[in-house]
């Protein structure tokens, strides 16, 4: 845990400034216009549940000739809509010179988005630029799913003494096509989350789903995983919009997204506590009967690896690795095991048992 030991703080931050849970972010992908800007914010700000509005000013597009933000003109109007609304702003920063001007237009809270996020030298520039700063710093996850740069992008900006620091889970770039725009992966901002249980998590919706179709799916899903909040992108007219269109949703669609959400309770009563203890209690057991089996067959793997040294017999039997697949994936199926589970934990014991021969035969 060492880097980020003193971010207790944006919890009080979080909890003076915006009493509510989930914490919710939204506002359009980029800022376009004047009008678009206050007229979606009005409208955020009529639903009561948006606390924090959001707007592209920069947009680090793939392709040149694409539409890269307002810059300057964004800020002014993003002060505007403070001055109308009282919702905190919120702005992605790339490079020092955001830093710079969003602090010179007393913008409220920074992102750093996740291909800056991919790149420690520029994570570090923004550190150094952020240094002595009392701001509020969201970090989006890395566009490829490694928790080790993510952390290391965190702990650059709290050693630049950033200690209002939270990250937003956006989701990682698919090799394989899938329904979504960037495949969720939960299990890594749970092992974020089970790290450093102080950070808080936001999550994206709407740049996992890529769809509008799929951003409440996504959102009920981060709720499920007891995610402090969301970030959900919308405009006043998404068939406008100069970016990302297709996974903006409008400030009405985005009230009823919300009050549709099941917020489950993560304080739990006396007699909730003694029966879940139960439950664990039983799985903890199987846990140990499943380890202890698992070690057992291991130490069979080792005797096997010393007969086929002996006989000089090849480690890798293709053969028999198919019987033992399939006949897993039968007797699954009927237990009412998935098969892409299954699947994956026999490879896991199949791939364990082959070093362990490989180490054997190597003596």
């Not at 067959?297 to 086929?308: F, M, P, Q, S, T």
Request: include cysteine; glycine fraction near 4%.
């Amino acid at each position: 845990m060492s880097g980020l030991d003193n971010i207790n703080a944006i919890h009080h931050w979080f909890n003076k400034k915006l009493d509510t849970h989930p914490i919710v972010i939204s506002g359009p992908c980029s800022a376009e216009s004047e009008e678009q800007m206050i007229s979606t914010a009005k409208a955020l700000n009529d639903t009561k549940q948006v606390q924090i509005f959001r707007a592209g000013v920069w947009k680090p597009r793939t392709r040149p000739n694409s539409f890269e933000g307002r810059g300057l003109d964004a800020l002014q109007w993003l002060n505007t809509v403070k001055l109308e609304t009282g919702l905190l702003s919120m702005v992605e920063v790339a490079s020092p010179k955001h830093v710079e001007m969003c602090l010179r237009h007393n913008v409220d809270i920074l992102w750093i988005g996740a291909r800056t996020t991919s790149n420690p030298f520029s994570v570090q520039e923004l550190a150094s630029a952020l240094q002595g700063m009392n701001i509020p710093v969201m970090v989006k996850n890395p566009i490829n799913p490694d928790i080790n740069l993510w952390i290391g992008a965190l702990e650059r900006i709290n050693k630049a003494g950033i200690t209002k620091l939270s990250a937003i889970h956006r989701g990682f770039y698919p090799f394989e096509k899938t329904r979504f725009r960037n495949i969720p992966k939960w299990e890594i901002p749970i092992e974020l989350k089970s790290r450093f249980h102080n950070l808080p998590i936001i999550c994206d919706p709407s740049h996992i789903a890529g769809s509008t179709k799929y951003i409440h799916e996504m959102a009920q899903k981060a709720m499920d995983l007891n995610m402090d909040g969301l970030m959900i992108e919308s405009h006043f007219n998404p068939k406008k919009a100069l970016s990302d269109g297709e996974q903006q949703i409008t400030p009405e669609e985005l009230n009823r997204l919300l009050r549709g959400l099941v917020c489950r309770l993560h304080v739990i009563d006396e007699d909730e506590i003694d029966q879940l203890e139960k439950f664990r209690n039983q799985l903890d057991s199987i846990d140990a009967q499943l380890i202890e089996l698992l070690a057992q067959r291991l130490n069979i793997v080792d005797e096997i690896g010393e007969y086929k040294q002996e006989k000089n017999i090849t480690i890798l039997q293709l053969q028999r690795w198919e019987k033992v697949r399939e006949r897993g994936i039968e007797l699954a199926k009927s237990l009412g095991l998935s098969e892409k589970f299954t699947t994956k934990l026999l490879r896991m014991i199949h791939k364990e048992s082959i070093l362990r021969q490989n180490d054997v035969m190597n003596r």
